[in-house]
């Protein structure tokens, strides 16, 4: 069975959902399964090898300039290969990445009317470049590409299957009524896919509710990490060592930065001495919120306290969660992936997280952290106040995290279940795999 995997990049930036398909087409590549990851949109940016092919498929400046003048959707196809250059496409993607949400809208809803959209000649460049490799399934790589499915079950014979990423924030910032109808567009387009990946139960059901995402077409596949190359864990993280708060995921208002950062005043304010770890990328849409949290910090004379790390590479990434007693990132949104969460675990770190969207069933699945009420900083410095006080429940919940982690959560289990997945969605759908 031969399966061609769309990715969506973030225009240079590091991104969860590409950084979990890269790592799962890597594992599967690693059993010989015949997988080919192709980016849309942009390169995608991973702290691990990248397996994914160079050519970048609805390239991000294509589509923006497809979406403002029906010139381009005619436009030589040299100029036309030129704006998907990889290099250009990093450079043009990363600045967009501050673009309002009004001014996506329309280009959304553009992209969900599939053929019937100002994109066509992207899904027709797409079903030409896929028909080479003569898929068994397509994977779409979020519900914004649905509306594609129809055309490339038709054009290819493939079983059409769909990842389920945490659309929701993005579709619930747009303005009326291109919000109304994206959803609209997604819930019509939903039945030409035969199959959707769920990371978690919380987002399926989810997905269920608000996309028409029928049950019989859900399928679990529950996220894994790479762990292979994390050093075991500490067996005692107590001792001379300040106690050390980490987060790590991109900094915006979204991501509930500014909760950690009030906890951790409040905590000071108590006398006691916690440091602060932050690493992430920053938008540019976010550098004034970012600006706003670094001056609060000054004022309270927090500034030796507070370690800066900026966006950091895997061993980067892999020393930072080490150095910590305590993981936060207090999300102010219901998320629906947090695998940031794995990835302090893996380390024998225990997590502090708000009780809502995936955390309480993450939480619940390794029994490797504690909740608290979302966006409450007094409970969130309360439960860090009793962790610092008790090394034997850290270590314990640290322990039993890493335990669950490295049974169940590995990239090895994502990848037979998402095998096992395409497998039974290409016998249900009758494609040439199946």
């Not at 949400?101 to 053929?115: A, K």
């Not at 109808?181 to 019509?188: K, P, T, V």
């Not at 893996?346 to 909740?371: C, D, K, M």
């Amino acid at each position: 069975m031969k399966v061609a995997y769309l990715t969506a990049g973030a225009g240079g930036m590091y991104c969860g959902s590409c950084m979990r398909d890269n790592t799962l087409a890597a594992a599967l590549i690693r059993k010989k399964r015949d997988v080919t990851l192709i980016p849309v949109y942009s390169p995608i940016r991973v702290d691990e090898p990248d397996v994914s092919t160079e050519r970048v498929y609805y390239g991000g400046i294509n589509v923006f300039l497809q979406q403002k003048s029906a010139l381009f959707r005619h436009a030589p196809r040299l100029l036309d290969r030129l704006l998907d250059s990889p290099r250009l496409l990093e450079r043009a993607m990363r600045r967009a990445g501050s673009a309002r949400t009004e001014e996506l809208g329309p280009l959304t809803l553009s992209i969900l009317r599939g053929e019937e959209g100002a994109q066509r000649r992207e899904l027709e460049k797409l079903i030409e470049g896929l028909g080479p490799l003569r898929p068994d399934v397509v994977h779409l790589p979020n519900a914004m590409f649905v509306g594609l499915a129809r055309s490339l079950r038709e054009a290819l014979g493939a079983a059409v299957v769909c990842s389920l990423t945490g659309e929701d924030i993005f579709l619930e910032s747009l303005p009326s009524p291109h919000r109304e109808e994206a959803y609209g567009l997604i819930r019509r387009a939903a039945g030409d896919v035969h199959g959707f990946f769920s990371v978690t139960r919380y987002y399926g059901e989810y997905a269920r509710r608000r996309f028409g995402v029928s049950q019989d077409r859900l399928y679990a596949v529950p996220m894994g990490i790479r762990v292979d190359d994390i050093p075991p864990a500490p067996a005692n993280r107590g001792g001379a060592e300040p106690f050390t708060l980490g987060y790590l995921a991109r900094v915006c208002p979204e991501k509930g930065l500014h909760v950690l950062c009030e906890a951790f005043i409040r905590l000071h304010d108590r006398g006691l001495r916690p440091r602060l770890k932050i690493a992430g990328y920053v938008p540019e849409g976010s550098r004034e919120y970012l600006e706003e949290i670094r001056t609060g910090l000054s004022e309270r004379g927090l500034d030796g306290f507070v370690g800066w790390l900026g966006e950091v590479d895997r061993v980067g990434k892999l020393a930072m969660l080490a150095s910590c007693d305590v993981f936060s990132v207090p999300t102010v949104y219901r998320e629906a992936k947090g695998i940031y969460v794995l990835e302090a675990l893996a380390h024998g770190v225990p997590v502090v997280q708000p009780a809502h969207g995936s955390f309480p069933e993450l939480i619940g699945a390794t029994g490797g952290g504690v909740l608290f009420e979302p966006c409450d900083a007094g409970e969130l410095a309360d439960v860090i106040e009793r962790l610092m006080g008790d090394e034997a429940e850290r270590r314990r919940l640290g322990a039993e995290g890493l335990r669950a982690v490295r049974e169940h959560f590995t990239d090895e289990r994502m990848a037979e279940a998402a095998w096992d997945a395409f497998e039974r969605i290409a016998a249900r759908a009758g494609t040439r795999g199946g």
